[in-house]
């Protein structure tokens, strides 16, 4: 059996997945807000917090620049600002062609990947994770 060549992709912010995130729980934050203000009127301040709810779904959906590698057995995972690297398991959680969303454990850390960032990367990265013995465990 052939081994699968070695495979190395940058992560890198994804601001329309950071909006996206943002607008869907400022979306939520605002049915919980219009429910609370229905069943009592002194709960107007929750539309206060909307803003603040968005702004935090930004910040917690931004990612970070890592590296992931695949060395022909593997997926390494390094972090920002480090040199070493962690073993990871890679599952794929959505799968839209063009764009994929991962989960590496231990963590969880969420890995969105788009094909317009990894161009010259992506055919061999999905060749990879759903090819590779121990490429990716398919959710």
Known sequence: MRRTPPVVVH?????????VVAAITALAASGLAAWAVSHQSKAWPAWLAIPAVAFWAWR????LPRRLRWD??????AEPGRDDETQVQLAVLIDLDAWLL????????????SRAQQVPHWGALRATIFAAPG???QK
Do not use: D, K, N, S
Not at 11 to 19: G, I, K
Not at 72 to 77: F, K, M, S, T
């Open 11 to 19: 992560l890198q912010p994804q601001p329309a997945v950071q909006a």
């Open 60 to 63: 917690a959906a931004a990612v």
């Open 72 to 77: 022909g057995q593997a997926w390494w995972l």
């Open 102 to 113: 991962l989960r590496a454990e231990p963590g969880p850390r969420w890995l969105p990947l």
């Open 135 to 137: 490429g990716a465990i």
